[in-house]
Nanobody
Framework: QVQLIESGGGLVQAGGSLRLSCAAS????????MGWFRQGPGKEREIVAA????????YYADSVKGRFTISRDNAKNTVYLQMNSLKPEDTAVYYC?????????????????WGQGTQVTVSS
């Protein structure tokens, strides 16, 4: 049984930082791409960042480029999202997901397992 457990969300002031973690189990983590998505109030789920199986390739949504960094530690079966210079518009539930392939995918349909999500709230 595949499990993805996110942690690290919380309340932070604009300009602050948070680091999200996603611990995976039940799958050979190191052969699959991973992604972070978010869903704000009244909005559709959108991709934030993705990373290939090796960590050698990454993708970022335009809205977070230069502020967020995705990374992974295959020895720990964990993917991270470092979020700096947070803005109120980053407020959302953040989800990690594992793709059905090793290379980067940006569409939610390409991800077959999802975590429960962690709330990130950025106050102005």
């Amino acid at each position: 049984q595949v499990q993805l457990i996110e942690s690290g969300g919380g309340l932070v002031q604009a300009g602050g930082s948070l680091r999200l973690s996603c611990a995976a189990s039940g799958r050979t983590f190191s052969v699959y791409a991973m992604g972070w998505f978010r869903q704000g109030p009244g909005k559709e789920r959108e991709i934030v960042a993705a990373i290939s199986w090796s960590g050698g390739n990454t993708y970022y949504a335009d809205s977070v480029k230069g502020r967020f960094t995705i990374s992974r530690d295959n020895a720990k079966n964990t993917v991270y999202l470092q979020m700096n210079s947070l803005k109120p518009e980053d407020t959302a539930v953040y989800y990690c997901a594992t793709a059905d392939r090793g290379y980067i995918a940006t569409r939610p349909a390409s991800y077959d397992y999802w975590g429960q999500g962690t709330q990130v709230t950025v106050s102005s």
